[in-house]
């Protein structure tokens, strides 16, 4: 063991660390340029305006299936939201007794479970008693996805905020849930829109959980009880199809998601970004 | 401190608490409804869990008329038509890809990781954040549909006619290059689970105190011999949790495998050979199951599933809190 050899093996373990890195980039590399590639071109404004049409048919796009996706993500906002936030302020407020940590423990357990495995639960929860797969399954299945990472991110958010000032607000004699409410959550309430957003973002490029709850629908649908179409399950059709001018338009929306979803997380950063610098 | 008992006198005994002390009356109107909805929003936690448990045994439960549940996990017959649902291809499918994925992301992420907190100048640390951020941003229907052009060819055409040349007298690399596989779904699924194994690790060893790396490198040890004597053996339960949180996450990956493992219910030993995963035929089945015996079926599968990512997700939690709660212990 010289001195020389150590150095050597120190060399190597910084070359073959500095390696893995590659590992990372050369996938990430290689997918982003071939969306680019392979995507722009079917990119136009028909592409973003008109609904799916049957092969050998020139034309058509994923209109229906982007507001099919908002409007999923939508209706999983409207139950995620607020149960998801809410949990994460119990985590934070009562988070320290018997029930608070079995409560932590759940959430944290759920948001380990495949999103294949929420599908099949909405399918039982919705599906079956309605009889029709429908866009409220599909939101459904999204916002039990939402609820556990929201409900722990939350709780973090609101550990952050420092004591003194519910101290302050309490020997004022403010009442605790206008406390809560008024000087906690307010004080959290930027970070806590930075993680919704990460969560919709998150929602938004979610298949699994839609197959067989929102199912899948080539016209435009804006009833909650009907099948709707999403752009993530028309990428997966569009790819596994045998038509070349399908997997065409597979790179496009896949194109069109990945700028979705990017927009929606560059967004949140900034936000976080913005209230850090503030803060200092 | 004072917060948690002002908390117990708004909740319960309040009023007998606090009425011949103070003047003031007891929980306000408005302290009791945010209590109570305090209490039902974190219950709803619970509920969902439990809903999830439920729903999955009340669709399973027809299944049972079929087959014994043991019958069923150890079968390695999958004919829906013919009534015959053995889950044996699906577990076995799913062991596969997720240890391949296992064994090249686990030394990719705690490689990158050490590198990014240990080795990197400090421009370069945003740089890898950031990649390892979008990595984890990217949605799953997009890994697979650049598995499935890109991944999958370049198997077919140099990887698998190589390693079939090189190392065909294996059983692993023998038969003929399809493309479609478990090593396909394997490397998807090892880029898929690099970021989350790669931050947790990179979380931990930024836990790891100064004064053992000053130590070690005070006593003449080069930086990668500090790093292996001190910071990873102080990392390890840690980087044990981050590496089953991303196998939990392997085991349950849906899009991405059912689009490159060529979806063959078959046990094959060769890894250039179709099979399927538990996601993968719940996939691809579910949305056209005939019957509810069927519908049983998958739902067994996601049973399984569930119970699996359960279990691993319990037990890396607790590695990764028992690291993370290690050193504040020790202080106090």
């Known amino acids: ?280 | 401190m004072l917060d948690s008992t002002e908390k117990s006198v708004g909740v319960g005994s309040g009023a007998l608490l606090a009425g011949p002390t103070e003047e003031r009356r007891g929980p306000s109107y408005g302290d009791r409804v945010w209590a109570g909805l305090m209490v039902a929003l974190g219950g709803s936690i619970l509920v969902a869990a439990g809903l999830v448990l439920l729903m999955l045994y009340r669709l399973a439960r027809p299944l049972g008329a079929v087959v014994s549940p043991l019958a069923f996990l150890s079968g390695s017959d999958w004919d829906p038509m013919s009534n015959a649902f053995g889950a044996l291809p699906f577990i076995y499918g799913t062991v596969v890809t997720s240890v391949l994925a296992m064994l090249v992301a686990v030394p990719a992420s705690v490689g990158m990781a050490v590198f990014l907190v240990e080795m990197a100048p400090a421009w370069v640390r945003p740089v890898v954040s950031f990649l390892i951020e979008t990595l984890a941003a990217i949605p799953s229907v997009v890994y697979g549909l650049w598995g499935l052009f890109v991944l999958v060819p370049w198997l077919r055409g140099s990887v698998e006619p190589f390693l079939g040349k090189a190392f065909g007298f294996l059983p692993l690399f023998q038969g003929p290059p399809i493309g479609l596989g478990y090593l396909a779904a394997g490397l998807v699924l090892a880029v898929m689970i690099l970021p989350t194994i790669a931050s947790v690790s990179i979380e931990v060893l930024k836990t790891v105190p100064v004064p053992l790396r000053e130590g070690a490198l005070g006593l003449g040890a080069t930086r990668w011999e500090a790093i292996r004597m001190t910071v990873l053996p102080y990392a390890r339960n840690g980087i044990l949790g981050g590496s089953l949180l991303g196998l939990g996450r392997a085991l349950g990956e849906t899009m991405a495998v059912t689009m490159v493992i060529g979806n063959s219910p078959s046990i094959r030993a060769s890894l250039f050979a179709p099979g399927y995963t538990l996601p993968a035929v719940i996939a691809n089945e579910f949305a056209e199951a005939t019957g509810a015996v069927q519908i049983g079926a998958l739902a067994g599968l996601g049973l399984v599933l569930f119970g699996l990512s359960v279990v691993l997700n319990a037990v890396a939690r607790l590695l990764v809190q028992g690291v993370a709660r290690g050193p504040k212990r020790r202080r106090a």
């Open chain 1, 1 to 280: 063991m010289t001195l020389l050899w150590r150095r050597l093996a120190n060399h190597l373990a910084t070359a073959l660390a500095a390696a893995a890195v590659l590992v990372a980039v050369i996938p990430l590399a290689s997918l982003f340029w071939l969306v680019l590639s392979n995507g722009v071109a079917g990119l136009s404004l028909q592409f973003f305006t008109s609904r799916p049409l049957p092969v050998g048919e020139q034309g058509g796009g994923v209109g229906n299936a982007i507001v099919g996706t908002l409007y999923m993500v939508g209706i999983a906002c409207v139950f995620g939201l607020p149960i998801g936030v809410g949990a994460g302020v119990y985590l934070a407020e009562r988070g320290d007794t018997r029930v608070g940590r079995v409560v932590r423990f759940t959430s944290e357990v759920m948001s380990g479970i495949p999103s294949i495995v929420v599908g099949i639960v909405a399918y039982g929860l919705i599906v079956v008693p309605m009889r029709r797969f429908s866009a409220l399954a599909g939101g459904v299945a999204l916002a039990l996805l939402m609820v556990p990472t929201l409900a722990r991110t939350t709780e973090e958010l609101v550990r952050l905020v420092p004591h003194a000032l519910r101290e302050a607000s309490l020997a004022l004699g403010v009442a605790q849930w206008k406390t809560s409410l008024r000087i906690i959550l307010r004080t959290a309430l930027g970070g806590i829109v930075t993680a919704i957003l990460l969560s919709v973002a998150r929602a938004a490029g979610e298949t699994a959980p839609l197959l067989f709850t929102a199912l899948n629908n080539q016209y435009w649908n804006f009833r909650p009880d009907q099948p709707t179409a999403s752009l993530t399950v028309q990428i997966f059709n569009y790819a596994i199809s045998p038509y070349e001018d399908w997997h065409r338009k597979a790179w496009s929306a896949a194109l069109v998601l990945l700028i979705l979803v990017g927009l929606l997380d560059l967004l949140a950063r900034f936000l976080a970004r913005s209230r850090l610098s503030r803060k200092r």
